[in-house]
């Protein structure tokens, strides 16, 4: 069984839609991050959580560290908004260290 | 915004023969990472790198692989004998130093292709 299972693993939306994206782990951690991926294969950090919840323009991070849970969502999304979402746990003790989903593929149409 | 640059963009080699992918981390950052990711599978890490020694490594980071940071800039990757099951895109990492593990920031990544 995978450590970090994310839902869904793809995902379409229309442009201007409220977007969802759920990760689950099984193991202890010390924080959880949010990484976009490009269609290119480049990878931007977009989140580090180890608590509560994170803001960044339209994009929404929170974490329930009780129930081994994370959701990044997008508001008001956007055609450039398309790219593979990964979620990636670090473990306690760990520096980088991190295991990764497996990525959730976003598609947001015009 | 600052930048970890990763040379080659592209790298094909023959199996057997060494690589050596090459990263520049952001200048006052001070843990170093690598990373792969098989196409179409997870990212995978590899190794992390403090002080001038490996701080961790995972399972994949056996002796046909080693890091080095040669002259205060540079931070590379060797892959004594490649093989074909090595073949990747190759993600280099820098984080800062200050409030612990924050903000990771990746190179766009090394494509290796071992024939």
């Known amino acids: 069984k995978n450590e970090v299972e994310q839902s869904p693993q793809n995902l379409t939306a229309q442009e201007g839609e409220f977007i969802t994206i759920n990760c689950s782990y099984s193991v202890g951690i010390s924080a959880l991050h949010w990484l976009q991926q490009h269609p290119g294969g480049g990878i931007v950090s977009l989140f580090m959580?180890?608590?509560g919840k994170k803001k960044h323009g339209r994009l929404i991070a929170t974490i329930n560290i009780q129930e081994k849970h994370s959701s990044l969502h997008i508001t008001a999304s956007h055609p450039r908004d398309s790219a593979v979402y990964i979620c990636?746990?670090?473990?306690?003790?760990?520096?980088?260290?991190?295991?990764f989903g497996k990525g959730t593929k976003l598609s947001v149409k015009p | 915004e600052p930048e970890v640059t990763q040379t080659p963009s592209h790298q094909v080699t023959q199996m057997g023969q060494e690589v050596i992918l090459r990263c520049v981390p952001i200048?006052?950052?001070?843990?170093f990472y690598w990373y792969r990711q098989i196409l179409g599978q997870k990212v995978e890490f590899l190794v992390s790198?403090?002080?001038?020694?490996?701080?961790?490594k995972s399972e994949i980071f056996d002796d046909q692989f080693s890091v080095e940071r040669p002259d205060g800039s540079n931070f590379t990757l060797k892959i004594r004998s490649t093989k074909l099951e090595d073949s990747a895109m190759y993600f280099c990492a820098s984080s800062a130093p200050w409030g612990g593990f924050e903000k990771l920031f990746f190179g766009s990544g090394t494509q290796l292709s071992v024939l």
């Open positions: 790198f403090y002080n001038n020694e490996i701080s961790e």
């Open positions: 990636a746990v670090r473990k306690g003790g760990s520096q980088g260290n991190l295991i």
């Open positions: 200048s006052n950052h001070l843990y």
């Open positions: 959580l180890s608590s």
